[in-house]
């Protein structure tokens, strides 16, 4: 079979990006990649010095899109290294942009760092077409299924013929505008390349009004020229001229999610510093919050929303409830009654709608699409800035009003909390008085299997110490073979009421997993598992623990007993083997008879190993004799009669009968053959 440097197969970014797409734009690759081009052109209008101030988007008949802004227009020239043109070098190449220079401005808060976020969309299309007004003159540079090149034709065709030229010449025709300015993208994406995704046009669009109302003079229009995959929202199509700011943020995000804003609006803002691979790198944040039933939260890092927040949000909230709660505990108008506490922070964050808008430079986002935030460092840093900000607006006797609305509300809140608090106390105390095996709380050392419940097949081993269950984990099919460590020899229950035996922590975690009740109220079909089995070391404390469940079970568990549904595991004291076979033994005649055995056909060396207890055997030697069901030995518990008296003389009845037993027992043993020396 040929296994040689012509076998590996090298792609380019191009060919890597559109076989596996997920792997730069994430798992939701369409709206990742539709949204890296809307925020490119925000950032470029969003900085005044770049001339521009609108973003336009324009939904085709055709599934494609266009983004125009107005700012500077992207580079025109050819790169004297590569011979690439400044278009083809920004959104054509992947790990290109102009935020890698060590003389880049350690603040800049720009939402992409990687540059790989557009280029990445325009790998992934069947077709885009970049135009570029600068200096008087109009530049076009198209993409065909992410090459560049040239399309015949003047139609946005995608299946028009396409000459493929990655070092194109760019040639400006002057335009009737000769002061335009600005770069537009039209972009169709390629339906083979993620045939399972589908663009959320919504979500893009949501994501573009909010970053304009946080970038002050920015302007969005968007056309709808008959978008056919989805129903287009009608306030996500008005054109946005302002009001900018974070309260303006929190109203757009509480409309999106269907809630009514905030009569009363808090705003905060501040600045600090939290350590980055540049080490202490400036931040800045803004939170506006007001009291609200239910609570939205929405959270954004350089001007993208992260809709799973991170922990820029994290210390948005904890800041804004723990100073608020603060607040509220030193408050004597609430209505508290008599031992009643005031709300908590987590009452605060239930009755909360609140938009925080961060802008930390070099921030660690979670992937390409920047969905979360994670810096610990940015956390530890934001949430005390918060909390004082927030306790100093509390402070001014102007907002009194408005913080006794907020913790009044808390406060309802933090009853019904602490209502469905403690129904769930009162009902885990009924559950547990009930005490016929019905409470669903599981013993936390059970080591459960997948399958339960009578006819699955499944197996509880109860085995001698925490040791034995390392075993059994690492030796079991956890699809139907669990298992519980008892901790020291269970004690003889025989005779015992149910309420002593439950007092003892073994027997309560033994009922509580069985979970079909004891005596007259035990069901096996209620028990959740087919078959129980003891696994206790191959020694006398193994046997008297094997003694003492059975005693129990035969009292307390008869029924299951009666079902054939109890067993005591046999596991070997030694095991005999060579580098080829293994044999395994209960006792020294088994071993000495195996060894003999084993020298007279083997020519290699023949060892013995003793097992001190489960927890030293190997798992194969485990599963072969205590936990394969196809060649394992066991001992099925019955209820004859004579078992149930000997139960009865041995546990239960008077000390004659076990003196009587014990001398009959006696009497049948060859005392020649000891060894009494």
């Not at 339906?191 to 046009?201: E, L």
């Not at 003889?492 to 009740?517: P, S, V, Y």
């Not at 007279?600 to 205590?626: I, P």
């Amino acid at each position: 079979m040929s296994y040689t440097a012509a076998d590996i197969t090298e792609l380019d970014d191009v060919q890597h990006t559109r076989l596996r797409p997920a792997v730069n734009l994430g798992q939701d690759v369409l709206l990742t990649a539709l949204r890296e081009l809307v925020d490119n052109a925000v950032e470029e209008v969003a900085d005044p010095s770049h001339g521009g101030s609108t973003v336009t988007i324009v939904l085709h008949t055709d599934s494609s899109v266009t983004v125009t802004d107005d700012g500077r227009g992207l580079p025109v020239d050819s790169d004297p290294v590569t011979g690439k043109n400044g278009i083809v070098k920004t959104l054509g190449t992947a790990r290109a942009g102009g935020k890698f220079s060590v003389h880049t401005d350690a603040a800049a808060t720009g939402a992409g760092l990687n540059g790989i976020g557009a280029a990445a969309a325009v790998f992934i299309s069947a077709r885009t077409d970049v135009t570029v007004l600068r200096g008087g003159k109009t530049y076009t540079q198209s993409f065909g299924r992410g090459y560049p090149g040239t399309f015949d034709g003047t139609d946005f065709d995608p299946d028009a013929e396409f000459t493929r030229d990655d070092t194109q010449k760019l040639r400006g025709v002057a335009n009737r505008r000769p002061d335009a300015h600005g770069t537009s993208v039209r972009i169709l994406f390629d339906p083979q390349v993620a045939p399972d995704c589908s663009i959320d046009i919504g979500e893009v669009l949501l994501r573009a009004h909010a970053a304009a109302r946080m970038c002050p003079g920015v302007h969005l229009q968007v056309i709808d020229e008959g978008w056919p995959l989805s129903e287009v929202p009608e306030m996500l199509v008005r054109p946005f001229d302002g009001h900018w700011g974070t309260v303006a943020l929190l109203e757009l995000m509480c409309a999106a999610a269907g809630t009514s804003p905030p009569e009363l609006n808090l705003l905060v803002e501040g600045s600090g510093s939290y350590t980055t691979g540049r080490g202490p790198t400036p931040m800045r944040w803004s939170v506006a919050a007001g009291p609200a039933e239910p609570a939205t939260v929405a959270a954004f890092c350089n001007t993208v929303r992260t809709a799973n927040g991170g922990s820029h949000l994290s210390a948005a909230v904890r800041g804004l409830t723990e100073a608020l709660a603060d607040k509220a505990s030193r408050m004597r108008d609430l209505g508290l009654a008599k031992g009643e506490d005031g709300p908590e922070a987590q009452d605060f964050a239930a009755v909360t709608a609140l938009a925080v808008d961060t802008r930390a430079p070099d921030v660690s986002w979670d992937s390409q699409a920047k969905t979360s935030v994670s810096s610990r460092s940015l956390n530890l840093a934001m949430a005390p800035e918060v909390a004082r900000a927030v306790a100093v607006w509390a402070a001014n006797p102007a907002n009194s009003a408005a913080i006794t609305t907020w913790s009044k509300l808390a406060l309802e809140a933090a009853r019904a909390r602490r209502s469905a608090e403690g129904a769930k106390e009162r009902s885990r105390a009924a559950s547990k008085a009930k005490g016929l095996g019905t409470n669903l709380s599981l013993p936390p050392k059970l080591l459960p299997s997948r399958e339960s419940g009578r006819g699955s097949g499944a197996e509880l081993f109860i085995c001698e110490g925490d040791s034995a269950l390392g075993t059994v984990r690492a030796a079991r099919d956890a699809t139907f073979q669990a298992a519980f460590p008892l901790k020291g020899k269970p004690p003889n229950t025989f005779g015992w009421t149910a309420a002593k035996a439950r007092a003892k922590e073994e027997f309560d975690a033994i009922e509580r997993i069985l979970g079909c009740g004891v005596r007259d109220h035990c069901d096996p079909e209620k028990c959740r598992y087919d078959r129980i089995l003891f696994a206790s070391d191959a020694d006398p404390d193994g046997a008297n623990i094997n003694s003492s469940l059975i005693s129990m079970f035969l009292d307390f568990y008869r029924p299951l007993v009666a079902a054939g549904m109890v067993y005591v595991t046999l596991p070997p004291l030694f095991v005999v083997y060579d580098p080829e076979t293994r044999i395994y033994c209960q006792d020294e005649a088994e071993r000495d008879e195996a060894v003999a055995r084993l020298r007279a056909t083997s020519r290699r060396k023949v060892e013995v190993q003793r097992n001190k207890g489960l927890g030293e055997m190997n798992a194969d030697d485990f599963w072969n004799t205590v936990l394969d069901p196809a060649q394992r030995t066991v001992y099925r518990i019955g209820t004859d009669d004579k078992a149930l008296q000997l139960h009865h003389t041995l546990f239960g009845g008077p000390p004659e009968g076990r003196r009587d037993w014990m001398a009959a027992a006696a009497a049948r043993v060859d005392t020649a053959a000891l060894d009494l020396n």
